[in-house]
């Protein structure tokens, strides 16, 4: 199937408390949901029984498998906490993928995700896309939450799993 998809899903964390229980739910491409809940609910379990980082103890989930090697992957998570990978500014983008600097298709797509994320001035401060630091030092927690966002931009996945994303 095309679509992300929960049947009779029971969303139980590796200790065995069972968060959501016979949750049924059908996304298809091109749809958005909201998941809407207060905190400690299960909303980000969802992404983990999903992407099968915990165990599905009861029901069905799936989602569309790749059948495309330019694509990164179908379901795409913008976490809540940005990972900074240790490389480039470009590999900050093209994470998990390493930047190919070589590329000018890249190096003309750079400019154009930062100016999408609100996050042009910094190439003003980075204008060699090669320049390494350590990221999560240097940048501050809302200009690592754009870039994730450039990052999904980059990827183009069919899904997106936006995770309290501001």
Request: with cysteine.
């Amino acid at each position: 199937s095309e679509n992300v998809e929960f049947e009779n899903a029971d969303i139980v964390t590796p200790d065995g408390r069972c968060l959501v229980r016979a949750l049924s739910l059908s996304v298809a491409p091109n749809r958005h949901l909201l998941i809407t809940g207060p905190n400690t609910a299960g909303k980000t379990s969802l992404f983990r029984v999903l992407e099968e980082l915990w165990p599905l103890r009861n029901g069905y989930v799936g989602q569309p498998r790749n059948t495309s090697p330019e694509h990164i992957d179908n379901l795409f998570l913008v976490p809540q906490r940005p990972y900074n990978v240790a490389g480039s500014f470009a590999d900050q983008i093209t994470y998990p993928r390493p930047a190919n600097l070589n590329d000018p298709a890249l190096r003309e797509e750079i400019p154009k995700l930062l100016e999408s994320v609100g996050l042009a001035h910094l190439l003003d401060r980075y204008p060699d896309p090669a320049v390494q630091a350590n990221w999560s030092d240097v940048l501050s927690l809302g200009e690592q939450q754009r870039l994730g966002m450039a990052r999904l931009f980059h990827h183009r996945p069919k899904y997106a799993v936006l995770d309290q994303c501001t």
